[in-house]
C-alpha cells in the first residue's frame, strides 16, 4: 500500500511519510511529536489516545494512520484557539478535575465530541458515554462535574 | 551534590540553604561572594533572583497528588510571595537536596515544615538587606505580596537582591506561622502547573525525545524465572538500523523509531529454559502461610485474604538514558530519584556524582513506582551502542515485569466481655505487611504479628501498603464481633475506640451519611468502617445494593482527618481518587498468575475502576488547626473495602472474606 504522506492536523496539513497500517498514535506522536495524545493501553481499553477525527472521538491506539488520510484531526494541542483554552478544558481545571493528567488530553477531547453531539447532557449520557475513558487516579466524579459546568456555559464551541 | 556555583547558574540574588541542626549553621554562618561547599545535612534551597522570581529545590516529585502546588504554598504562605512568582524545582538529583522518595504520605508532614521554614529565613533575609540598604530598623520593615516596605520606601524582592550574591545557611528553627492565621496555605489554590497538562503540552518522560537518540526494547522471558537457552539474532542485526545488545541473559535492541525497534524484537529467535512454579494465584494463600517463619495455630481464628493487585499507573514506566564520557544522565518517572540514582551508580559500578536522575512531573505512582526499572534498561543499551536511548514500557511489560501489591493471608479472632468491649484480639498477616496491623481500638489482651513469607510474584509498595489488607480485616471482622453480640456496628466502634480523632471521624461519617436513619430493603445494606495510619485517621460509610450476585455501589461518605488542611479542594480530591480506587481493590482488582506467568496482564483482562463503577462520593474534612498537616494520599484508602463487605453482609448475610469480594463466590480461604 501507499504510505500516508499528508495529514490534515489540527487545521494545518502536515507533511508525513508513514506505512498506512501505523497506529495514528504512533504518527502523532513518534513523528510529529505531538505528544498531548497520550499512549495508555495500545487495545482501546482506556482512551488516553483519544483524538477528534470529523469530530468524532476516536482511539488513535486502534486506528490505522491510512484510514485518516484526507479526515480533520484534532489531538489536543489543536484545542485552545489562539491561545484561549475551550471551555471544555477551562471546566476541567475549575473543577480539579485531574491529579496526574496522562488521561486528562484524552478526557477532555471525549467531553467536546459528546458536547458536540448532545449540547445538554444527562448525568447519565456523561457517564455512559465517558466509559471508556479510564482515569486511575480516580476523579471520575470532578470531571463529570466539569462536563456539565461546561454544557451549562454552552460548552460546545 | 554536585551542585555549581549557584550564582553562576541563576544569577545573583539571595540564596537560604536550609540545615538540620543549628551548631553547624552557627559554626558556616552567611557571607557575601558565593559559598561553594554544601552542608552535608541540606534539607531545601531556595534563590530569589534579581528579577523576582523565587526558585525552590526539592527532591520531592510530583506524580499527581499536587506537590508542586501545596510546596509553593508553603514558599507564599511563608515568603509572602506571589505564588506566580515561585518556581519549583523538584526531583532532579544534581540541583536538589538529597531526599529518601516521596513514599509513605511524607511530603506533607516532612517536607512541607522543611520549606516553610526555609522560606521563612528568605523572608528574614530581605528584611536584613533592606535594614542595611535603607537604614532603618527591621521592626519598621514589612514583607507582603512580593514587596519589601518599610515606610514610604517600597522594593520588589528582585529590586533588593539585585547586585547581591548573600548566601544564609540557617538552622531548621524559624519560626512559622500558625495554621490559624494562614493567607496562602490552607486555601484551594488551583494546580500550578494546570493549564500544561489541559492543553497537552507538559512533557512527561514518555513524552520526552533527545536529538540522535534511539527507541529501546527489551526481550523478557516468556515467564518468570525463565533462562535463556540460545539466541539467534541474525534477523533482527539484518533490519536497517537495528542494533542488538546481548549480554549474558539481558537481550534489547535498538532503532531509530519505536516500530522497527518493536519489529527488531519480534524477529529475535529465543530459547527459554523456564522453572517450575512454586504457586499459582489459585494456591497461594495457603502456600503463604507453609513458607512464614513462626506461623501461628489457626485454631479459633478466622482466615481472610488479600489478592496481589496492580497499581495500573497510566503512564507505563518509561526512561531516556544519556551518556557523556564515563557520566550518565536519565529522565524517568519514579518516586524516588535519589534511589534511582543508587541503583543505577550500582549496576554502572559508578560514583553517585557521576549519575544525574532528573523526574518530570509523572503520570502517577501509587506507590508503584520505587524503583528503576527502566532507567537501567534504557542505561544499559546507551552504554552498549554510545547513543541515548528512550526506552518505554508498554502496558503489558508494566503488568508484569513491574512489582505488585502483595497478596496476602490474615488470621484473626477476638473475645468481647459481657458489655460489648473489647477483651481479646488477636490478628496475623501472612506477606502482606505490617502497616496499619496494630488496632486503633482499646484492648487490654492483643496479639498482632507480621509473618515475612514467601512471595512467588515480585511485590512492593502500594498506596498506603498493607493498611487496606489490614484495615479491611479488622474492620471486617470488628462487624462480625458487633453482629454476633446484636450490637449495632456504629456503636459498637464507639464503645471501644478512646481515640478521640479517632471517634471523631467515625461520628462525622455515620452523621454525615445519616447512620441513624438509613432504611433497610431487601438486596440493599449499609456498613461502616473506621481506621488509622500515618498520622491521619479516617472512617466511612457505605451503602450498596447485590442484585443477583452484582455488588453496586450507590454511595460513600467518607470522614478524613489530617492535621490542619493545606489545600481543601485537592485534598478532597484525593480522598474521592482514593475511594475511586479502593473500589477497585474491594470489588474487582486481582492478578492471576499460574506457570510463573501474569494472566492478567493487560487492561481487557484487568478491570479498574470506570465511570460506571463510581457511586455518589461524598467526602467530609475535618480541619483541625492545632495539628501539623499529616499525609493524605493513602490513608483515606484504607476504609472502603470493609465498608463495602459490611454493607453487603447487611444486603445479603454473606459475609466475604476475600478481596476481592465477589458475593456468591465461597471465600477462598485457606
Known amino acids: 500500500m501507499a504510505k500516508v504522506t499528508e495529514l490534515d492536523i489540527n487545521g494545518s496539513r502536515r507533511r508525513v511519510d508513514a506505512d498506512p497500517d501505523r497506529t495514528l498514535l504512533s504518527v502523532l506522536r513518534d513523528d510529529l511529536d505531538l505528544t498531548g495524545t497520550k499512549y495508555g493501553c495500545g487495545e482501546g481499553q482506556c482512551a488516553a489516545c483519544t483524538v477528534l477525527i470529523d469530530g468524532t472521538p476516536t482511539k488513535s491506539c486502534i486506528t490505522k494512520v491510512g484510514a485518516v488520510a ?6 489536543i494541542e489543536g484545542l485552545a484557539a489562539a491561545g484561549k483554552l475551550h471551555p471544555v478544558q477551562e471546566a476541567f481545571l475549575e473543577a480539579d478535575a485531574l491529579q496526574c493528567g496522562w488521561c486528562t488530553p484524552g478526557m477532555i477531547l471525549g467531553a467536546v465530541g459528546l458536547l458536540q453531539r448532545t449540547p445538554h447532557p444527562t448525568e447519565a449520557d456523561i457517564v455512559s458515554t465517558m466509559n471508556g475513558h479510564i482515569c486511575r487516579c480516580g476523579t471520575y466524579q470532578r470531571i463529570v462535574h466539569a462536563i456539565q459546568a461546561a454544557a451549562a456555559k454552552g460548552g460546545r464551541a | 551534590m554536585n551542585r555549581r556555583d549557584f550564582f553562576a547558574v541563576l544569577g545573583g540574588g539571595v540564596v537560604v540553604m536550609l540545615v538540620e541542626d543549628d551548631v553547624y549553621a552557627q559554626e558556616t554562618g552567611g557571607g557575601r561572594g558565593g559559598q561553594r561547599q554544601q552542608p552535608q545535612n541540606l534539607n531545601a534551597w531556595l534563590h530569589i533572583g534579581e528579577t523576582g522570581v523565587v526558585t525552590v529545590y526539592s527532591g520531592k516529585v510530583e506524580v499527581g497528588q499536587n506537590a508542586r502546588t501545596s510546596l509553593t504554598q508553603a514558599v507564599a504562605e511563608e515568603l509572602h510571595a506571589p505564588v506566580a512568582s515561585i518556581r519549583m524545582v523538584l526531583g532532579d538529583t544534581d540541583l536538589t537536596p538529597y531526599d529518601f522518595g516521596t513514599v509513605g504520605s511524607q511530603t506533607t508532614p516532612q517536607m512541607w515544615p522543611v520549606i516553610r521554614r526555609a522560606a521563612a529565613a528568605a523572608r528574614e533575609t530581605l528584611v536584613d538587606l533592606a535594614s542595611q540598604k535603607w537604614m532603618v530598623e527591621r521592626s519598621t520593615i514589612q514583607v507582603a505580596d512580593g514587596k519589601v516596605t518599610a515606610g514610604s520606601r517600597s522594593a520588589g524582592f528582585g529590586e533588593l537582591t539585585h547586585g547581591e550574591k548573600l548566601t544564609r545557611t540557617i538552622p531548621a528553627t524559624v519560626a512559622l506561622a500558625p495554621a490559624t492565621e494562614w493567607k496562602i496555605a490552607g486555601i484551594s489554590i488551583p494546580k500550578v502547573n494546570g493549564r500544561d497538562i489541559v492543553t497537552g503540552a507538559h512533557k512527561y518522560t514518555y513524552d520526552m525525545k533527545a536529538s540522535g537518540m534511539l527507541y529501546g526494547k527489551v526481550l523478557y522471558p516468556p515467564s518468570f524465572g525463565a533462562t535463556l537457552a540460545s539466541l539467534d539474532s541474525a534477523a533482527a542485526e539484518a533490519m536497517p538500523g537495528v542494533k542488538v545488545v546481548h549480554d549474558g541473559d539481558f537481550v534489547g535492541v535498538t532503532a531509530p523509531d519505536p516500530f522497527t525497534a518493536e519489529k527488531a524484537v519480534a524477529a529475535l529467535k529465543a530459547d527459554w529454559k523456564p522453572v517450575v512454579a512454586e504457586a499459582s494465584s489459585k494456591d497461594v494463600y495457603p502456600y503463604f502461610k507453609k513458607n512464614a517463619r513462626d506461623a501461628a495455630e489457626s485454631a479459633g481464628l478466622t482466615a481472610y485474604t488479600v489478592a496481589y493487585i496492580a497499581h495500573v499507573p497510566l503512564e ?20 524516588r530519584p535519589f534511589g534511582v540514582r543508587s541503583e543505577l551508580a550500582q549496576h554502572f559500578n559508578l560514583a553517585e556524582e557521576k549519575v544525574r536522575v532528573i523526574v518530570p512531573d509523572t503520570g502517577s505512582g501509587y506507590g508503584g513506582k520505587h524503583n528503576g526499572e527502566a532507567a537501567y534498561e534504557a542505561a544499559r543499551l546507551a552504554k552498549a551502542v554510545g547513543q541515548s536511548v528512550k526506552r518505554n514500557w508498554t502496558r503489558e511489560e508494566e503488568m508484569t515485569w513491574a512489582y505488585f501489591r502483595p497478596g496476602g493471608l490474615i488470621e484473626v479472632g477476638g473475645k468481647l466481655n459481657p458489655d460489648g468491649t473489647l477483651a481479646e484480639w488477636e490478628m496475623h498477616n501472612y506477606n502482606s505487611g505490617p502497616s496499619g496491623l496494630q488496632t486503633p481500638y482499646e484492648v487490654p489482651r492483643k496479639k498482632e504479628q507480621m509473618h515475612q513469607s514467601k512471595s512467588p510474584l515480585r511485590q512492593g509498595s502500594y498506596r498506603g501498603l498493607a493498611g487496606t489488607a489490614n484495615h479491611f480485616v479488622r474492620e471486617s471482622y470488628m462487624d462480625e464481633l458487633a453482629h454476633s453480640a446484636s450490637i449495632d456496628p456504629l456503636e459498637f466502634r464507639l464503645k471501644n475506640a478512646r481515640n478521640e480523632r479517632l471517634r471523631a471521624v467515625i461520628q462525622a461519617a455515620a452523621d454525615k451519611f445519616g447512620w441513624k436513619d438509613r432504611k433497610k430493603a431487601p ?57 475511586a480506587m479502593g473500589i477497585g481493590g474491594a470489588l474487582f482488582e486481582h492478578i492471576d498468575f499460574e506457570d510463573n506467568k501474569i494472566v492478567t496482564n493487560r487492561l481487557s483482562r484487568y478491570r479498574v475502576p470506570r465511570f460506571t463503577d463510581m457511586p455518589v462520593i461524598e467526602t467530609v474534612l475535618l480541619d483541625r488547626k492545632d495539628l501539623a498537616p499529616a499525609g493524605a494520599g493513602e490513608t483515606p484508602i484504607m476504609g472502603l473495602a470493609p465498608a463495602i463487605g459490611n454493607a453487603i453482609f447487611d444486603a445479603t448475610g454473606q459475609r466475604l472474606r476475600s478481596l476481592p469480594m465477589v458475593p456468591g463466590k465461597l471465600p477462598t480461604g485457606a
Do not use: M
Open chain 1, 70 to 75: 484526507g479526515k480533520r484531526v484534532v489531538t
Open chain 2, 523 to 579: 438486596g440493599r445494606g449499609f456498613g461502616i468502617s473506621g481506621g488509622f495510619e500515618k498520622g491521619s485517621y479516617v472512617a466511612n460509610c457505605a451503602e450498596v445494593t447485590v442484585v443477583n450476585g452484582a455488588v453496586k455501589v450507590i454511595r460513600i461518605v467518607e470522614a478524613f482527618e489530617c492535621g490542619a488542611v493545606v489545600n481543601p479542594e485537592h485534598l478532597g480530591n484525593q480522598v474521592e481518587g482514593a475511594v
Open chain 2, 316 to 335: 507505563p514506566r518509561s526512561a531516556l538514558a544519556q551518556w557523556k564520557d564515563d557520566a550518565l544522565t536519565v529522565w524517568t518517572g519514579s518516586q
